[in-house]
T-cell receptor
């Protein structure tokens, strides 16, 4: 059983399209995240949800909209895709009372390529 | 965005040697410090965390923290080819945000 699973793993699309990435965790965690890793390997936080409530919303274009239907799922919808959106998007989860241990569990990533 | 700086490498060491990976951070109020390992094409995985000044050892890995110098390092003793990966330094703040460096690529040569 995969602890944090993301779909799709690869996504190739044209500029201007809208796409979604889904994430599910079966670890019983209450906090989920979206991170973006660019070509230079910088891993930058985008959003975080705790029990379906948005708690971190970094400076991200409003073309990006996260949605958490329940604490085990966190989806990311991207409107009007741009070339600069090409990156690997990682979903991660943790327990809020163990955040000080840095135990983020990452999914395998979704590689988005915008042409 | 708070800064976490790492030398991108690659750092090449022979098998059996000690690999030393370094990281500096900009926010003096940072509370917690982490090292993640990321194999090519894979997701990051936590190796160690440290909160207090000094050293923390776990098997072949030792994390070192110097808050006055805003510096954290990771030593890998008896390096193995399987240690070849990118090592990401991460810093946590009071709001449970983690800021990652861009990573140092380590190559351990047999």
């Amino acid at each position: 059983d995969t602890a944090v699973s993301q779909t799709p793993k690869y996504l190739v699309t044209q500029m201007g399209n809208d796409k979604s990435i889904k994430c599910e965790q079966n670890l019983g965690h209450d906090t989920m995240y979206w991170y973006k890793q660019d070509s230079k390997k910088f891993l930058k936080i985008m959003f975080s949800y705790n029990n379906k409530e948005l708690i971190i919303n970094e400076t991200v274009p409003n073309r990006f909209s996260p949605k958490s239907p329940d604490k085990a799922h966190l989806n990311l919808h991207i409107n009007s895709l741009e070339l600069g959106d090409s990156a690997v998007y990682f979903c991660a989860s943790s327990l809020s009372d163990r955040l000080n241990t840095g135990e983020l569990f990452f999914g395998e990533g979704s590689r988005l390529t915008v042409l | 965005q708070k800064e976490v700086e790492q030398n991108s490498g690659p750092l090449s060491v022979p098998e059996g040697a000690i690999a030393s990976l370094n990281c500096t951070y900009s926010d003096r109020g940072s509370q917690s410090f982490f090292w993640y390992r990321q194999y090519s094409g894979k997701s990051p995985e936590l190796i160690m965390f440290i909160y207090s000044n000094g050293d923390k050892e776990d098997g072949r890995f030792t994390a070192q923290l110097n808050k006055a110098s805003q510096y954290v390092s990771l030593l890998i003793r008896d390096s193995q080819p399987s240690d070849s990966a990118t090592y990401l330094c991460a810093v946590g703040d009071n709001f449970n945000k983690f800021y990652f460096g861009s990573g140092t690529k380590l190559n351990v040569k047999p």
